[in-house]
Antibody, heavy 123, light 110 residues
Framework: QVQLQESGPGLVKPSETLSLTCTVSGGSISSGGYYWSWIRQHPGKGLEWIGYIYYRGNRYYNPSLKSRVAISVDTSEIHFSLTLTSVTAADTAVYYC???????????????WGQGTLVTVSS | QSVLTQPPSVSAAPGQKVTISCSGSSSNVGNNYVSWYQHLPGTAPKLLIYDNNKRPSGIPDRFSGSKSGTSATLDITGLQTGDEAEYYCGTWDTSLSAEVFGGGTKVTVL
């Protein structure tokens, strides 16, 4: 079964770039019609969708973050990455990667998820 | 402020039933399928329901989902201590062009 695991720095300085990688085990990013996704949770708050990349390369980003976000798949096709530029304290959150499966309409359900990684933005 | 509205908390005794509501609008819940997730602190969130009322393999039938108009509901019957968790609804918002979630509901087993 597919499992996902996030990795990356736990501390990023304000104005710098946050970079995280999600490693996919038990499957391949190119193996089917999934949306490889990033979702975050601010401390004590609900979930916020960041964006996803379709296995064929189309990218979809949350409009509120679109100017600062990039999601990409590396050539190994078992890693996909998140880049968030010009971070501030408001970007402090637990970041999750997840596999998105198209529902019977235009929505996506996320399964499985990684365990999440806390990223703190502080000098 | 989450796009989808959920009650902050619900509680019931073991064996009883809880109902969690997820209220939205015609641009999200009203015209798109809803998913539900269970999240225990420190663990990966888990998909419970997709397409409003379908359960992934391995999810017990104690968990059921429904939708009417711009509101969706997650029912948990035969409540167990292991069900204590945060529960989130999610769907696509056509106006925002974004996946959106509720603020989460904490289920407490008394």
């Amino acid at each position: 079964q597919v499992q996902l695991q996030e990795s990356g720095p736990g501390l990023v300085k304000p104005s710098e770039t946050l970079s995280l990688t999600c490693t996919v085990s038990g499957g391949s990013i190119s193996s089917g019609g999934y949306y490889w996704s990033w979702i975050r949770q601010h401390p004590g708050k609900g979930l916020e969708w960041i964006g996803y990349i379709y296995y064929r390369g189309n990218r979809y980003y949350n409009p509120s973050l679109k100017s600062r976000v990039a999601i990409s798949v590396d050539t190994s096709e078992i890693h996909f990455s998140l880049t968030l530029t010009s971070v501030t304290a408001a970007d402090t959150a637990v970041y999750y990667c997840a596999r998105g499966q198209p529902n019977s309409d235009s929505s996506v359900s996320f399964d499985p998820w990684g365990q999440g990684t806390l990223v703190t933005v502080s000098s | 402020q989450s796009v989808l509205t959920q009650p902050p908390s619900v509680s019931a005794a073991p064996g009883q039933k809880v109902t969690i509501s997820c209220s939205g609008s015609s641009s999200n819940v009203g015209n798109n399928y809803v998913s539900w997730y269970q999240h225990l602190p420190g663990t990966a969130p888990k998909l419970l329901i997709y397409d409003n009322n379908k359960r992934p393999s391995g999810i017990p039938d104690r968990f059921s989902g429904s939708k009417s108009g711009t509101s969706a509901t997650l029912d948990i019957t035969g409540l167990q201590t292991g069900d204590e968790a945060e529960y989130y609804c999610g769907t696509w918002d056509t106006s925002l062009s974004a996946e959106v979630f509720g603020g989460g509901t904490k289920v407490t087993v008394l």
